[in-house]
């Protein structure tokens, strides 16, 4: 019993000790909070270390443990630029923040200017101007979507290419390019096939090329005229 009763008055004192450093101490407390941005493309604008650490509202001298990581991670991917967000706890005395970012995809026209969209087709910010960077969407309805997964998954090489998608309904995607080629791409499915075939086909000098059925591919010298622009 008396072993006992003095192991308690021990590790009593040692456990009060501990729970004291770290939830209460300056010992283990917010010296500087880290931050880490992703980088992307221009055209998505800038989002500043600064702002991520005013967001995140991380006092110098909270203890670590008692910093609300969950909370500060909900704050930070509210921002429409944020794809995702870790907020950890770096021992003995930092926050540390990673943010990875969207990439934009497209323009997509609307009553206040231009909407600059991700791969989901989230709405990253608006702006009152055409940027470059990024093809311009014409489309409507069911065409948004479609013009924007084309403009998701078509590769580097012929998204660099790219001015304008067109798309009147889902299955009636166009791209102009920037040398004023036209494609007739079709529905967004098949997209690898269609940018293999379409890579071929580029060595031909063309005003028309047409990838809307892959497996009989065609080009022409005949000029399409573009959409007006639709907004949504």
């Known amino acids: 019993m008396r072993r006992a009763l003095l192991a308690i008055a ?14 209460f101490s300056p ?45 500060i991670e909900a704050r930070i991917a509210a921002l429409p630029q944020v794809r995702s967000v870790t907020v950890s706890r770096a021992w003995p005395d930092a926050i540390v923040i990673d943010v990875l970012r969207r990439d934009p995809v497209a323009l997509v026209a609307v009553a206040s200017g231009y909407d600059l969209v991700d791969e989901d087709g989230v709405v ?22 479609a013009a924007v ?3 998701r998954e078509v590769p580097a090489w012929l998204s660099e290419r790219v001015d304008e998608i067109e798309a009147t309904t889902r299955n009636n995607v166009t791209l102009r390019l920037r040398n004023g080629s036209t494609v007739m791409w079709g ?3 098949d997209t690898a096939f269609k940018a293999e075939v379409l890579q071929t086909l580029l060595q031909v000098k063309a005003q028309r090329y047409d990838v809307s059925a892959p497996g009989v591919p065609a080009t022409s010298d005949e000029s399409v005229s573009p959409l007006p622009l639709m907004v949504e």
């Not at 931050?35 to 203890?63: C, D, F, H, M, Q």
């Open 124 to 145: 990253m910010r608006t702006v009152p101007s055409v940027v470059t960077g990024v093809p311009l969407v014409r489309a409507s309805g069911d065409g948004v979507v």
């Open 149 to 151: 997964t084309v403009a």
């Open 27 to 71: 010992w283990l407390s917010v010296a500087r909070v880290e931050v880490s941005v992703a980088s992307t493309s221009e055209v998505a604008g800038p989002l500043p270390e600064e702002e991520i650490r005013v967001i995140a509202n991380v006092a110098p001298g909270t203890p670590l443990l008692r910093v609300p990581t969950g909370d």
């Open 187 to 189: 529905s967004a499915g």
């Open 10 to 23: 021990i590790v009593v004192p040692v456990v009060a000790a501990l729970i004291w450093v770290v939830w």
